[in-house]
C-alpha cells in the first residue's frame, strides 16, 4: 500500500498562554506526515523555500518519510503566525505569508502516481481536480478543508467532495457546509454530498466517525496539559490514515481502530510546541497510549 | 438502600426551534427520580403548590416513587420559563416565578431519615446542612449546582462541597469554581476540595467522571433530533445514583456503569417535549440504548 500526502510544510509563529515560538516547522503536510510514519512510509508532496531547515528533512528520512514530492523553491517558505486563549479552540490568525506556496502546482512524482490513499490536506479545493488527475488509480481518496474554502470556494468544494471516500471536518466547518447546528444531522448530510464516511473531529472532546450504516466515538485523551494546539487535527488524520495503509483492510472494526490512533497521535502533538513532541516520540509510547484509550471508555 | 432526592418539582414554560409547552411538569427532583426510577425506588422530597397536577403525583407513584417527602402548600408550584436556540446548550432564562418554594425548608419524612444516598440536586447551598444534618448515616452524598449558586453563595457552596462525595457539574461550572479553563486540571482542582468523585457533564460531548485515580469518559447518544434539553442534566444524575443504589456497590466497574446509564436517560429524556418521553420509556429500551453505547466506542 501507499499513502501520498498532500499539504503544507510550514513555518509557525505560535503564541498561546504557556509561551511563543518563532518560525517553527509545521504545516499540515509535515504533522500528517510525521503521525503517518509510526504506522507506515508516507510520501508527502509540498513545496519549501531554500530557507526550510536541512535537520528537519534528515529528520522526516530517519523517519522513513518519502520526501521525493518536496519541492524546493527559490524564496521563502509559507509562514503562518496564530494565537491561541486560553480556550486552545479560539484561535486567530494573525498573519498567513503564502512565499513559495503562492501558485504551487504540485506535479506528483512517479512513486506518487500509484497511490492507494491519496490524503488533500487543506489545501485549495481548485488544486484537488489537478491532483487527483495524476494519480492512476486511488482507492481511498480523503480530503480536510478549512473555513476559508468553505466560504470563498464552496461551489468547488462541493465539486470535489463528490470523489471523496472519507471526510474530515471540525465541528464548525460540518454546520457551515451542511447548515444544520446538529452535528448528527449535519454529518448525514454531508454524507449525501459523496463521502462515505465522515470524521468529525471535536477537539478536546473527541471525534464522531460516521458511515451510512454506523456511528463510533473516540474520547480525546484527558489531557491536563495542552501546550500548543496546532497541528491536532494533522495529527488525527495522519494517524488515522497511516493506520488503516499498514492494515490494508478498511472493515468498520479497522476504521474504530483507525481512529482511535488518530486521537492518540493528536494527543501527543499537543504538549510541547510545533512537532517537538513529535520528535522524542516512540513506537512504545504510542501503543501505551492506546491501551490507555481502551481503558477510559471500557465499562 | 434507598436514595433520597431533595430538589424542586416545577411548572416549565419551555420554548425550543421546534416549538413552545406552557406550564409542563418538570423540575429538578421531578427528572432526576423518573430516570432513577428505572432502577430502584426513589424517594423524592420536595414542595408543589395546589395546582400540581394530581395525575402526575399519580405517575410518580406508578413509576413506584415514594412522594411522602413532597409537601402540599397552598399556592402555586414553582415556575420556570426558559428558551433555547439552534444550540441545545444555549439556554435563555426568561422567568423564574419560586412561589410556594420561596423559604421552602425541607423536613424529612422518617423514611428519608435513613437514607444511604442523598442527592441534593441544585438547591440553595444554605440548605444542605439543614437537610444533611437530619439524615443518620448518609453513605453518599451527592450534590448538583448551578452558575447562581456558584455566583451568588460561593463560600457556602465551597463549605458543602467538603462534605460531598460525588458532584455534579458541567464545564461551565467547573471552570467557573476552579478558576482553569482545561476541564481535566478544573475537576483534579475540585477533587482537592472534598468530593471523591466528580462528574462533568458536557452534554452532547458525553460526561467525565474523574476520581482521583482514575478517569472515565461515556460518550452521549449521537441524538439527531434533541427537541427539548430540559431536564438532561437531572436524567443523568438520576440514572447514575439509581444505579448505583441498585447494585449497592460502589466500585469503579460501577461508577463507569452508572455513568453510562446517566447518559442512556438523559438521552432519551431529551427526545420530547419535559418528562413525555419519560412516560412512555420501557426497562427495554433502557437496555437496548445501553447495549448501542457499548457498541459506540468498541474498538
Same mark, same amino acid.
Given at each position: 500500500m501507499s499513502l501520498v500526502i498532500v499539504g503544507s510544510l510550514a513555518f509557525d509563529t505560535i503564541e498561546t498562554p504557556w509561551g511563543r515560538r518563532e518560525k517553527i516547522v509545521g504545516g499540515s503536510g509535515t504533522y500528517c506526515s510525521l503521525a503517518a510514519s509510526f504506522f507506515t512510509r508516507p510520501k508527502i508532496v509540498g513545496v519549501v523555500g531554500t530557507d526550510f531547515p536541512r535537520e528537519i528533512m534528515a529528520f522526516f528520512k530517519r523517519r522513513r518519510i518519502d520526501t521525493r514530492g518536496i519541492v524546493v523553491k527559490r524564496g521563502k517558505t509559507f509562514h503562518w503566525e496564530g494565537r491561541y486563549g486560553? /480556550?486552545?479552540?479560539?484561535?486567530?490568525?494573525?498573519?498567513?505569508?503564502?512565499?513559495? =506556496? @503562492?501558485?504551487? #502546482?504540485?506535479?506528483?512524482?512517479?512513486?506518487?502516481?500509484?497511490?492507494?490513499?491519496?490524503?488533500?490536506?487543506?489545501?485549495?479545493?481548485?488544486?484537488?481536480?489537478?491532483?487527483?488527475?495524476?494519480?492512476?488509480?486511488?482507492?481511498?481518496?480523503?480530503? /480536510?478543508?478549512?473555513?476559508?474554502?468553505?466560504?470563498?470556494?464552496?461551489?468547488?468544494? =462541493? @465539486?470535489?467532495? #463528490?470523489?471523496?471516500?472519507?471526510f474530515f471536518a471540525n465541528d464548525e466547518e460540518v454546520k457551515l457546509l451542511s447548515g444544520q447546528t446538529n452535528l448528527i444531522k449535519g454529518g448525514r448530510k454531508l454524507l449525501e454530498c459523496g463521502p462515505s464516511?465522515?470524521?468529525?473531529?471535536?477537539?478536546?472532546?473527541?471525534?464522531?466517525?460516521?458511515?451510512?450504516?454506523f456511528v463510533f466515538g473516540v474520547l480525546?485523551?484527558?489531557?491536563?496539559?495542552?501546550?500548543?494546539?496546532?497541528?491536532?487535527?494533522?495529527?488525527?488524520?495522519?494517524?488515522f490514515l497511516g493506520y488503516l495503509d499498514k492494515v490494508?483492510?478498511?472493515?468498520?472494526?479497522e476504521i474504530r481502530k483507525a481512529a482511535v490512533f488518530g486521537s492518540v497521535l493528536?494527543?501527543?502533538?499537543?504538549?510541547?510546541f510545533g512537532i517537538d513532541r513529535l520528535k522524542s516520540l516512540t513506537d512504545q509510547e504510542v501503543e501505551a497510549r492506546f491501551r490507555q484509550f481502551k481503558k477510559l471508555v471500557a465499562f
Open positions: 486560553r /480556550d486552545p479552540n479560539q484561535r486567530t490568525t494573525i498573519k498567513t505569508e503564502l512565499n513559495v =506556496f @503562492r501558485g504551487f #502546482k504540485p506535479r506528483l512524482p512517479l512513486a506518487c502516481r500509484k497511490a492507494d490513499i491519496v490524503f488533500l490536506a487543506n489545501i485549495d479545493p481548485d488544486m484537488h481536480e489537478h491532483i487527483l488527475s495524476q494519480v492512476e488509480n486511488p482507492k481511498l481518496v480523503v480530503m /480536510d478543508t478549512i473555513r476559508l474554502w468553505i466560504e470563498t470556494k464552496r461551489e468547488a468544494l =462541493f @465539486r470535489e467532495l #463528490k470523489r471523496v471516500d472519507i464516511t465522515i470524521v468529525l473531529k471535536k477537539g478536546e472532546h473527541g471525534a464522531l466517525v460516521f458511515g451510512r450504516d480525546a485523551h484527558p489531557s491536563e496539559d495542552v501546550v500548543d494546539p496546532t497541528g491536532a487535527g494533522d495529527c488525527f488524520a495522519g494517524g490494508k483492510r478498511w472493515s468498520h472494526r493528536a494527543s501527543f502533538a499537543i504538549e510541547d
